[in-house]
């Protein structure tokens, strides 16, 4: 077997990243989360990547670089205690992780096409743009002068990217809809924890609080991505269409 694309291994190895860089970022051990935090993005993007390859279409691609960016974020936010400029960096690499992911649901939808099962889509894009909102109406008053406009961009990219999940309900198998929904929502659940943490009030054990739901939001993400692209049905039908 392939350990490249073993998921209990890859994702064993991406356990003991998360772990490390919760307790680096606990007890301030800088050198344990340079090696942590970055391997976290690796572990996922490569398996993603070998799992994914044998398909190779817009959609997967799209994933991976929503992956890549978001990579490229955890990097400048980890640096971000030696210069405030690499938070602005961090934010603007996962406001295009955020697009990509977006875009590569929207051409999911567009692929699919028809307008069946509106309404739960709906309401969950209500209740996404209802919280995205009032939380940048409360936020906002406490952003660092110069960083408004870059936090209010970031919200509307991550909302619109929660709400292109939603809009997957019957253009996907079940089981992809609910991993990618459900990534989508701890995003917003641990980037929400982070603008509060670093503009509103410190969060005690604010690791615990922005890193689990991250990880575990990501590799959702990157789950129910394959979980569309590699379900049999999908791949049969794929076969058809290129013979």
Known sequence: M??????LLNGTLYLLALAGTCVA????L???????KPLLLLVLSSWFFFNSRRVGD???????????????????????????FNFIVGLGAFFLAQLCY?????????DVGGGEGILPPLLI???VGTFAFFFGWDLMPHVEEGLGLPVSAYIVAISVMCMAAAFRWRRTYPRSFWMVLAGALLLVFSDSALALDRFRIPLRWSPLWIMVPYAAGQALIAGGALAHVLDPDNLRRRQALTT
């Open 2 to 7: 392939d350990m490249r694309k073993n998921t």
């Open 25 to 28: 970022q606990l007890r301030g």
């Open 30 to 36: 800088h050198t344990l989360e340079f090696i942590c």
């Open 58 to 84: 817009r959609f997967t691609l799209l994933i991976q670089a929503g992956l890549f960016f978001s990579l490229l974020g955890d990097v400048a936010l980890m640096l971000a205690y030696m210069d405030d």
């Open 102 to 110: 977006a875009i590569a649901f929207i051409v999911n939808i567009a």
């Open 125 to 127: 894009s209500a209740g």
